[in-house]
């Protein structure tokens, strides 16, 4: 069969990378200084994190964490496992699925809405902070703050659905935190993907 006999096909599940992006650039690039705080309560685990902003160690530190960075480090993954390895340092985490499509009946039934989660877990050691500020709250704050109504390419609006407590166990818990994200543009189809006519 020749390539001329295939058709592009339209799935909002082919746009999952160009989604993951566009969120981790708006939560830890786009939005400075807030994405510095953000990482600030991910990656500096002590109760005073947020106190001293002029710290220049902690400052460099920041500054070389990258979205790229923050991935390969496992503080933001896509992936639903957390990995601690043993003599490891404590760290805070954000897990970000895409869950729940269903059809977007009102502008294209092709694509599908979605459900964005963002699970933030921290070790319940490293829970409080200053002046009665808990650290996953601190978190889902930032993201909330930086994310709800915001539109982003391919992904469309997020709008808050939801926060639940999240609790893995008595040393690992945190908070969900739940959007949804309408589909629909041609940020959706990929071309590369046909299938036969």
């Known amino acids: 069969m020749k390539r001329d006999a295939y058709k592009p096909i339209n799935s909002s599940f082919l746009s999952h990378p160009k989604d993951a992006e566009a969120i981790v650039k708006k939560l830890f690039v786009d939005s400075r200084p807030h994405s510095d705080t953000l990482k600030r309560l991910l990656v500096i685990n002590t109760k005073d994190c947020l106190s001293d902003l002029t ?4 400052n460099e530190i920041i500054l070389k964490m990258t979205p790229a960075k923050l991935i390969e480090h496992r503080f933001v993954t896509f992936v639903p496992k957390l990995i601690m ?8 985490y954000i897990l970000i699925s895409f869950n729940d499509y269903f059809p977007n009946y009102s502008n294209s039934p092709e694509f ?5 989660s963002f699970d933030i877990v921290c070790h319940t050691d490293y829970w409080q902070l200053d002046d009665y500020e808990l650290r996953p709250l601190m978190i889902a704050g930032y993201i909330d703050g930086i994310l709800n109504e915001c539109k982003l390419s391919g992904i469309g ?5 939801g926060c639940k407590e999240l609790v893995l166990d008595e040393h690992l818990a945190g908070y969900t935190l739940m959007y949804k994200a ?16």
Do not use: Q, W, Y
Not at 55 to 58: A, C, G, L, V, Y
Not at 85 to 92: G, I, L
């Open 112 to 116: 599908r809405d979605c459900s964005v």
């Open 55 to 58: 710290d220049e160690k902690i």
């Open 157 to 161: 609006t997020l709008n808050f659905m």
């Open 85 to 92: 390895p043993e003599h490891e340092e404590v760290k805070s």
């Open 182 to 197: 309408v589909h629909g543009n041609a940020n959706d189809r990929k071309t590369e993907m046909l299938l036969p006519v």
